[in-house]
């Protein structure tokens, strides 16, 4: 297995953009830069409650976001933040990906920063358009707009938090004979 500089750093970086969060009493409650991502992405999961005592919205509290944490030195190797809710796992890439393509409206709920620096070696920083030392960075909000305000007023539908107790443990150990090699 190759181990990158890269992925190693981005480790620590999420770690490091998680105290600069807390620091500037921002609701977040954990962080992680997923190896799968080669770490140019750090999904951040807010802290629901602390969120709504706020009393802000997506587009103030991603601008508020961005401008702390892409002027800093723990988001130098991140050109992504993906921001979940706190019923999602930052720690198991699936959860992330699941909210990002379920929750997250394409040029709708993203917010690109371009006035910061860039980090030149993201092939498409240099190698793609526009000024390769300069932006390439951007938050994608995964919370709904009532995640601001009320509260979720929906339920998770998977495996889960769908079925009873009983019929997973069923499923699970039928697993290996339905022709699966590993619960997850």
């Not at 807390?22 to 140019?40: F, V, Y």
């Not at 802290?47 to 509290?61: C, I, P, W």
């Amino acid at each position: 297995m190759k181990l990158d500089l890269q992925h190693t750093t981005a480790a620590l970086a999420a770690a490091e953009l998680l105290t600069l969060c807390q620091k500037h009493n921002l609701p977040i409650k954990d962080a992680c830069a997923s190896l799968e991502t080669m770490g140019t992405w750090c999904a951040l999961q807010a802290d629901g409650e602390k969120l709504r005592e706020m009393k802000t919205n997506s587009k103030d509290f991603c601008k508020k976001l961005g401008d702390i944490v892409f002027k800093d030195k723990s988001c130098m190797l991140i050109n992504k933040i993906i921001l979940v809710g706190d019923d999602v796992d930052v720690y198991n890439f699936r959860d992330v990906m699941w909210s990002y393509s379920t929750r997250c409206r394409p040029g709708h709920d993203e917010y690109p920063f371009d006035d910061v620096a860039g980090f030149p070696l993201t092939p498409y920083m240099s190698h793609g358009g526009g000024d390769g030392h300069r932006g390439g960075k951007i938050i994608s909000d995964c919370l709904f707009p009532m995640e601001y305000s009320t509260g979720k007023t929906f339920k998770t539908v998977n495996f889960e938090n769908s079925y009873p107790e009983d019929v997973k443990t069923k499923v699970r150990s039928n697993w290996k004979e339905m022709g699966f090699d590993e619960v997850e």
